[in-house]
């Protein structure tokens, strides 16, 4: 089974048009969250994390996420979308006292025309 | 400040041949990490190395593969024999601090990948 689970593997938006993009973990126990963003011909790049504190973390770009625990959910949004925000998104989970090692979700692709 | 760095960017072999993929983490990171993406699948995990010591290699496919840091800089990851179900983009990922409570809380840092096509 999926342990991080993307809802959408592909995405297609208009600019200005709102974007969220779904992640559910199954992990029990402290966990950190993270989206990261790999633009095209690009390396993977941090969009933001969570460790503790304010379940609403903001990001570069204009992102933000919320950590829903009880959902054991982390969706990323954007009220409005450019098309420069075309690329691949996933969610990651490290657990606690695991090194650090990411688990990742199947990744969902934007694509925003303009 | 230089990125991390991955050699090569594209390695085409065929099947029983070996292949040696290189890692050049951030200058002073002690965590290094190699994953992989399959076509279709999402980046898993392959193995965690605290500067030249094998941290967890829970994700290694089988012992056709081998990771090594002598030194504590560089990493390789050789594959060998290369099967047809190797194929996929190698990841490498560095980050500051060690432990593995404190490795949690760090920002890895990604290479760009080394694409393996194994015919």
């Known amino acids: 089974a999926q342990s991080v689970s993307q809802h959408n593997h592909h995405v297609i938006l208009s600019e200005a048009a709102s974007l969220e993009l779904g992640c559910n973990y199954s992990y029990g126990g402290t966990v950190n969250l993270f989206w990261y963003v790999q633009y095209p011909g690009q390396h993977l790049q941090l969009l933001l994390k969570y460790f503790s504190g304010d379940p609403l973390v903001k990001g570069i770009k204009g992102f933000e996420a919320e950590f829903i625990k009880s959902k054991f959910s982390f969706n990323l949004r954007k009220p409005s979308v450019q098309w420069s925000d075309t690329a691949e998104y996933f969610c990651a989970v490290s657990r606690y006292n695991q090194g650090g090692k990411l688990i990742f979700g199947q990744g969902t692709e934007l694509s925003v025309k303009p | 400040e230089a990125g991390v760095t991955q050699f090569p960017s594209h390695s085409v072999i065929e099947k029983g041949q070996t292949v040696t993929l290189r890692c050049d983490p951030i200058s002073g990171h002690d965590n290094l990490y190699w994953y992989r993406r399959v076509m279709g699948k999402e980046i898993k995990f392959l193995l965690h190395?605290?500067?030249?010591?094998?941290?967890?290699e829970s994700g290694m496919p089988n012992n056709r593969f081998l990771a090594e840091r002598t030194g504590g800089t560089y990493s390789t990851l050789k594959v060998q024999p290369a099967e047809l179900e190797d194929s996929g983009v190698y990841f490498c990922?560095?980050?500051?601090?060690?432990?593995?409570?404190?490795?949690?809380?760090?920002?890895?840092?990604f290479g760009p990948g080394t694409r393996l096509t194994v015919l």
């Open positions: 190395f605290v500067k030249e010591s094998k941290q967890d």
């Open positions: 990922a560095s980050s500051q601090g060690a432990g593995r409570s404190l490795s949690s809380y760090n920002e890895q840092f």
